[in-house]
């Protein structure tokens, strides 16, 4: 099963989730955020290139939406 979970992260890494042309792209490439240790390298993907303040609360959200998930 974790090879499933590499492949979705190879297929889509945070600059493709990133980098999208419109709010939308981005918005669904956070929605399908499958893990954390992906949703670790978006993060540090923003911090390091375009830090955007709306981004990185949408990732917060999504990370708490992973650890609820997790209970």
Known sequence: MGTTNDEESDEFPPEKRLEAS?????KAGIATIPDMETLQECVAYENAHQNRTQILRRLKWKAEELRENEE
Do not use: G, M
């Open 22 to 26: 419109n709010t939308h792209l981005i």
